[in-house]
C-alpha cells in the first residue's frame, strides 16, 4: 500500500472516532439526561465510608463519561488547529491589538495555568505590554474550553455563559488597570520592545490532516493524564462533603453577601487548575450555596498560588498582588450582581 | 536546530526533544550533520530573535518551523529534509 492511501485510511479512522465522540454527545443531549452527577445527599445516607467515593464515581461515570471524553476532544482538536503563529505575528502590534488577541486567543490555547506562566512571560518579553500579558493570564484558565464545557454540562449553561463574560470583563479590568500602576508602568519600561524586533523568520510547516487530527488527540490524552488525576481526587472529596456535611451550614454561610465573600475566599486556596474547582462548586450547590456565591467560588483561579510565585519571578510581587486584589473584587462585585440578578443570593 | 521550551522543561519539550533525537539519529547515516539544543523560552533573548509564545517549539537553521504541537518522528525528519 502507498503512503498517500495508509494516510488516506488514518484519517478516516481518526475522523469516524472523533464524530463517534460528537454523535454520542448529541446522543445524550437528545436524550437529555444529566452529564453530572445525580446523587443527592440522602442517597449517601447508610453507606459505609468507603462506599461513598464508590458509588458517586459510579454514578458521576456511568453518564457523566462522555462530557469528559468530548471536552477533551474538543480541547486537543481546538489547541491543535488554532493558527498560533497568528499571536507571534500581532501580539507586538499596538495594544488594542494586544488586547484582543489575548481575549480571543487565551481561551483557545491553554487549558491549565501551569502552560501559562511561559506564555505570559512570552508575551511581556515580546513587548505587547503589562495589560495584555495580565489579560492573558487571567482569561485563559478561567474561561477555556475545558472549563466552559465542564462548567455548562455539570452547572449550568447559564452559569458557563456568565463566568465566561465576568472573566473577559475582569481579565480586562486587571490589565488596564495594572498598565497604568507605576509599578506595572516599570516593568512595562523594562521590557519594551527591542527597536531589532523578531529576527527569525517563521515558516510553519504544514503537517498533513492525518497527522494534525493524531496530534490532537495525543495532545487530549495529554492532558486528561495531567488533570484527570485530580478530578478523581476531588470527586472522592465532593462524595465526603455531600455525605457528611450538614446542608444546614451550607445554606448559613454560603448564601447572602456574606457567603459571596466567604465563597471567594476560599474558593481561591481550593483552587487547582485542574477542574477540582467545578466539581467541589457543584457539590456545594446542591448543598444549598447560593448562585452568586457559585460564580465568585469559580473564579478563585487568580489566587492559585503556585501560579502567583512563579509569575512574581518574572514580574515581581507588586503586581501579583495588585491583580489578585483586582480580580477578587471582581468576583466579589459579580458574585453579588449575579446572585441579585438570578434571584440567587 | 533547536528545540525551544521553558525550563524545566515541560512533558511534552521533553518528548520533542527525543522525537527530535530519534530523527536526527536516523539521519545521519544519509549525511545530514544535525545539532540539537535545547532554548529556554522564558528568556528575553529566545522570546526576542524567535517570537515564540507557545511550547514546544522546533527552530531549524533559524527558521521556526512548528510550535506549540508535537510534530511526529516522521514529520520531523521531513522537517529536516527539507531545511
New interface residues.
Given amino acids: 500500500m502507498d503512503e498517500g492511501t495508509l494516510r488516506r485510511i488514518r484519517t478516516i479512522i481518526l475522523l469516524f472516532f472523533i464524530f463517534a465522540v460528537f454523535g454520542l454527545l448529541i446522543d445524550s443531549r437528545i436524550k437529555a439526561y444529566s452529564l453530572a452527577p445525580t446523587m443527592k445527599p440522602a442517597d449517601f445516607h447508610g453507606l459505609p465510608i468507603w462506599e461513598i467515593p464508590v458509588a458517586y464515581l459510579l454514578d458521576y461515570f456511568s453518564h457523566g463519561w462522555i462530557c469528559l471524553l468530548f471536552a477533551f476532544v474538543v480541547a486537543g482538536l481546538v489547541?491543535?488547529f488554532v493558527p498560533?503563529?497568528v499571536?507571534?505575528k500581532y501580539?507586538?502590534g499596538n495594544k488594542v491589538t494586544g488586547y484582543g488577541l489575548a481575549l480571543g486567543m487565551a481561551p483557545f490555547?491553554t487549558v491549565c495555568s501551569c502552560?501559562m506562566?511561559?506564555?505570559f512571560?512570552?508575551?511581556l518579553?515580546?513587548g505587547a505590554g503589562i495589560g495584555p500579558a495580565i489579560t492573558f493570564l487571567l482569561m485563559a484558565p478561567a474561561a477555556n474550553i475545558l472549563t466552559i464545557l465542564l462548567t455548562g454540562e455539570m452547572i449550568s449553561w447559564e452559569l458557563a455563559g456568565v463566568r465566561i463574560v465576568v472573566s473577559l470583563i475582569v481579565a480586562l479590568a486587571a490589565g488596564i488597570i495594572i498598565s497604568e500602576t507605576p509599578w506595572g508602568k516599570a516593568i512595562e519600561k523594562e521590557?519594551q520592545k527591542?527597536s531589532?524586533g523578531?529576527?527569525?523568520?517563521?515558516?510553519?510547516?504544514k503537517?498533513s490532516l492525518d497527522?494534525r487530527l493524531?496530534?490532537s488527540l495525543?495532545?487530549a490524552g495529554?492532558l486528561s493524564k495531567q488533570i484527570l488525576p485530580f478530578f478523581l481526587l476531588g470527586l472522592v472529596a465532593v462524595s465526603y462533603v455531600m455525605a457528611y456535611m450538614p446542608e444546614d451550614i451550607v445554606g448559613a454561610y454560603l448564601t447572602g453577601i456574606p457567603g459571596v465573600l466567604i465563597a471567594s475566599v476560599i474558593g481561591g486556596p481550593l483552587y487547582t487548575p485542574t477542574l477540582v474547582e467545578i466539581v467541589l462548586g457543584k457539590g456545594m450547590w446542591d448543598l444549598g450555596m447560593s448562585k452568586g456565591a457559585l460564580l465568585a467560588w469559580l473564579m478563585g483561579q487568580p489566587y492559585d498560588i503556585a501560579n502567583a510565585l512563579a509569575v512574581s519571578r518574572?514580574v515581581r510581587w507588586k503586581v501579583v498582588l495588585t491583580y489578585m486584589l483586582i480580580a477578587w473584587a471582581g468576583s466579589v462585585i459579580f458574585g453579588i450582581t449575579y446572585g441579585m440578578l438570578s434571584g440567587s443570593l | 536546530m533547536e528545540v525551544v521550551g521553558p525550563d524545566p522543561p515541560c512533558q511534552r519539550c521533553q518528548a520533542l526533544k527525543k522525537d527530535v533525537e530519534k530523527a536526527a539519529a536516523k539521519l545521519k547515516d544519509s549525511g545530514f550533520n544535525i545539532e540539537i539544543t535545547k532554548l529556554n523560552m522564558v528568556s528575553k533573548e529566545v522570546i526576542g530573535k524567535y517570537g515564540i509564545l507557545v511550547s514546544p517549539a522546533l527552530v531549524v537553521n533559524g527558521v521556526v518551523k512548528s510550535m506549540g504541537r508535537l510534530p511526529s518522528a516522521d514529520e520531523i525528519k521531513r522537517i529536516i529534509e527539507k531545511a
Fill in positions: 489547541y491543535e498560533k503563529e499571536i507571534t501580539m507586538s490555547l502552560t506562566v511561559p506564555l512571560a512570552g508575551v518579553y515580546s521590557h527591542t531589532s523578531i529576527q527569525a523568520s517563521v515558516e510553519m510547516v503537517p497527522e493524531w496530534g495525543k495532545f495529554y518574572i
